[in-house]
Nanobody
Framework: QAWFVESGGGKAQPGGSQSLSCTSS????????MAWYRQRPGHERELIAH???????TYTHSVQGRFSISKDNAGNTVYLQMNSLNSEDTATYYC????????????WGQGTLVIVSS
């Protein structure tokens, strides 16, 4: 069984929004720092946002001010609200434990693909 299940991807218009969700039946999100990562075509998987067990959110420069990470402890779900999308945001998005280097992580889910295109 997958550790993480991401959903909510699809096609979005430039300037539009998309909301992603991540759930897990094996990890309790309220007890750890969780993160969203993405892998753009031709690039390595990269950290874009993380949220601590006490709900402190941190973002990389590329998404700061446009994306918002949050979580629902009761539902054990982590969200990523993405606004002002552009073509550079086209990627497969994943959630996982926080690490400053995605290479150190395993147990990746299938991810959810977001395509930003007119």
């Amino acid at each position: 069984q997958a550790w993480f299940v991401e959903s909510g991807g699809g096609k979005a218009q430039p300037g539009g929004s998309q909301s992603l969700s991540c759930t897990s039946s094996r990890v309790i999100f309220s007890t750890t720092t969780m993160a969203w990562y993405r892998q753009r075509p031709g690039h390595e998987r990269e950290l874009i946002a993380h949220i601590s067990d006490d709900d402190r959110a941190t973002y990389t420069h590329s998404v700061q001010g446009r994306f918002s990470i949050s979580k629902d402890n009761a539902g054990n779900t982590v969200y990523l609200q993405m606004n002002s999308l552009n073509s550079e945001d086209t990627a497969t998005y994943y959630c996982n434990y926080y690490s400053d280097n995605a290479r150190y992580l395993s147990n990746w889910g299938q991810g959810t693909l977001v395509i930003v295109s007119s």
